[in-house]
């Protein structure tokens, strides 16, 4: 139940294309969903983050969508460049006890070409 | 403003020998993390600490496995003995506590990548 499944584990898209990444969680409890981003050799970096009281948030070209009832989100990258070739993370995590506990899914490798 | 720092960056050891990994969190960050990140999968929690105190270890593998949190600020990870299997990255990361509203956000340092021959 603690479960995050991301996918695609891999992504090969082309400059200035979208790049869609979804995951889907089991756990109502859960009350913050980030979205990290790593380059090798380094550690996560947060892109963007929602609550579960919004169904879509903008920054910039990244884009989360956000369906509760079917407990999936989902990562957009408009306009996709080289330099977003990175590993994405979604994540999940809940209040109270649990506070701080992010549950990671396994991971995309997305790959730009120029 | 600095970020985490984590030291070393790299370290080789031999099997059964140990090992010692140091954190030093955001400043003003009550709240320090560390994580397992095995190739190609997520980070996984290990321990989390709220100022001095561990408040969740559950994930972490006490039979030889330890962190220290001393003064509620740096932190030690130390693993003896080492395994092959412990080969990884491990991640610390610091946040505000739960009580800073709404700033939850947790900041990563670099890692500090194992490899256990």
């Known amino acids: 139940q603690q479960q995050v499944k991301q996918s695609p584990q891999s992504l090969i898209v082309q400059k200035g294309g979208i790049s869609i990444i979804n995951c889907a969680y089991e756990n109502t409890a859960f009350d913050y969903f980030p979205w990290y981003q790593q380059f090798p050799g380094k550690g996560p970096a947060l892109l963007i983050a929602i609550r579960p009281d919004v169904s879509e948030k903008k920054e910039g070209r990244f884009t989360i969508s956000f369906n509760k009832s079917a407990k999936q989100f989902s990562l957009h990258i408009m306009d996709s460049q080289p330099g977003d070739s990175a590993t994405y993370f979604c994540a999940a995590t809940a209040g109270g006890t649990s506070y701080g506990k992010l549950t990671f899914g396994q991971g995309t490798i997305l790959t730009v070409h120029p | 403003e600095a970020g985490v720092v984590q030291s070393p960056r790299y370290k080789i050891i031999e099997k059964k020998q140990p090992v010692a990994f140091w954190c030093n969190p955001i400043?003003?960050?009550?709240?320090l993390y560390w994580y397992l990140q095995n190739l190609g999968q997520g980070p996984e929690l290990l321990i989390r600490?709220?100022?001095?105190?561990?408040?969740?270890d559950s994930q972490l593998p006490k039979d030889r496995f330890s962190a220290e949190r001393l003064k509620g600020v740096d932190s030690t990870l130390k693993i003896q003995p080492a395994e092959l299997g412990d080969s990884a990255v491990y991640l610390c990361?610091?946040?505000?506590?739960?009580?800073?509203?709404?700033?939850?956000?947790?900041?990563f340092g670099p890692g500090t990548r194992l490899l256990v021959l």
């Open positions: 600490y709220e100022n001095e105190e561990a408040v969740d």
């Open positions: 400043s003003g960050h009550n709240t």
């Open positions: 990361a610091s946040s505000f506590g739960p009580l800073a509203g709404g700033k939850e956000t947790q900041y």
